[in-house]
């Protein structure tokens, strides 16, 4: 922050050493602070930088009503089956203990979630990886169907084009007694030219649904986020996000090659090595999607464990504007990187809505000024264009 020219440094100054922002807090409407930016860390004494992280446009919400029962798995660890159907989820062992052993269940689009670059990205890689399973889907059919002709052909030159000849020989003496002695005609093929012109059809159509596929009827929804919600022996509710099909499905190309076995055992983003989190505001621990995206999260459990409120920031705006207001670079010479007063601590409300390209909605305009009030903060940051037609 350019604080000289923007006569920052000699207001500070006038003021004093003391008057850095301690004892603020400053609430950001925005599209989202990202949790893991260098400057929301902590404030020069020490304290957390980010007080919490929200989302009030509701984008983020994902219903966990679905009440599990932990079964043992196929090597005895505890699993749930998750909330998209057939997948079993194995338990992290290294969660505080579930007494009740009952987890709840839900399940969201990540596309829904993530700011449009990141999307972007992960729909290109699929879409990549998915045309070559395409092409190589293709490459079978037409082998298939040139199969399938070259047996329909044989079946037909192997046909009977008419009725035997009577056997040489005259009507009777040896001629006859030859014919009554030879075996009797094969069958006609008939079947056999019917099953090739069956395999023939079922080649071509398969053929023509790849190629519909490829056209204009192509759409990705995007992978499924699966969230898990429990509540541990200490009466505080944790959550859980398996991101493994959004970043090690099929349709991703695969991550390098593990350097030992026990890497190999747990996939990056699954339930398996995913983090237990409480609410942020009770502890201030963030997750990361996976290494390859470094798109980080924060979580609340709001209603009793029946909703799962997923922060993930809009888009960069939000951070850069906490930064400028509050941000503090930990170190004696980054003095240069702090803001305007990085004494002060920060509370996101994310009302710019990830669905509609981090446009503000009412809704989450509303929320967001409904919880500072009820946190008794007066001290909002409002940096959006707002539509008043």
Request: hydrophobic letters at 35%.
């Amino acid at each position: 922050m350019p604080k000289s020219e923007v006569g920052a440094d000699a207001f500070l100054a006038s003021r004093g050493p003391r008057s850095n922002g301690r004892g603020t807090v400053v609430v950001v409407l925005d599209t989202g602070v990202d949790p893991a930016c260098s400057g929301m860390r902590e404030t020069p004494g020490g304290g957390p930088k980010l007080l919490d992280a929200r989302d009030c446009t509701g984008g983020g919400d994902v219903a966990t009503t679905i009440v599990r029962q932990a079964v043992p798995g196929e090597d005895g660890s505890p699993t749930i089956e998750s909330a998209s159907g057939g997948k079993k989820l194995k338990i992290n062992p290294a969660w505080p203990k579930n007494p009740t052993g009952e987890y709840r269940v839900g399940c969201k689009r990540l596309f829904e979630l993530v700011p449009g670059p990141l999307r972007d990205r992960l729909a290109a890689d699929r879409r990549r990886a998915w045309d070559e399973r395409h092409a190589a889907a293709v490459a079978r059919a037409e082998e298939a169907l040139a199969l399938a002709k070259k047996k329909q052909g044989k079946s037909k030159e192997g046909s009977p084009s008419s009725a035997s000849a009577p056997p040489a020989g005259g009507s009777g003496g040896e001629g006859e007694e030859k014919a009554k002695a030879s075996p009797p005609p094969p069958p006609p093929r008939s079947t056999s030219a019917s099953s090739a012109k069956k395999l023939v059809a079922e080649a071509e159509a398969a053929l023509e649904l790849l190629a519909a596929e490829a056209g204009s009827n192509y759409e990705d929804a995007g992978p499924w986020v699966e969230a898990v919600v429990f509540r541990d022996e200490a009466g505080v509710w944790r959550a859980a996000l398996d991101t493994a099909e959004a970043f090690h499905s099929p349709l991703v190309p695969a991550p390098e090659a593990p350097s030992s076995p026990s890497a190999a055992a747990a996939v990056e983003g699954s339930l398996e090595t995913a983090p237990a989190l409480a609410s942020y505001r009770l502890e201030r621990r963030h997750g990361v999607f996976s290494s390859r995206s470094a798109c980080s999260y924060a979580l609340t459990v709001l209603d009793g464990g029946d909703v799962l409120e997923i922060c993930v920031d809009a888009g960069a705006h939000g951070s850069h504007c906490a930064s400028i207001a509050a941000g503090h670079e930990p170190g004696v010479d980054h003095s240069a990187l702090d803001g305007i007063a990085p004494g002060a601590q920060v509370i996101s409300y994310k009302i710019g809505d990830t669905r509609f390209g981090s446009m503000e909605t009412g809704t989450g305009l509303a929320r967001a000024l409904a919880l500072t009030i009820a946190e008794a903060r007066n001290n909002p940051e409002l940096s959006y264009v707002i539509n008043m037609r």
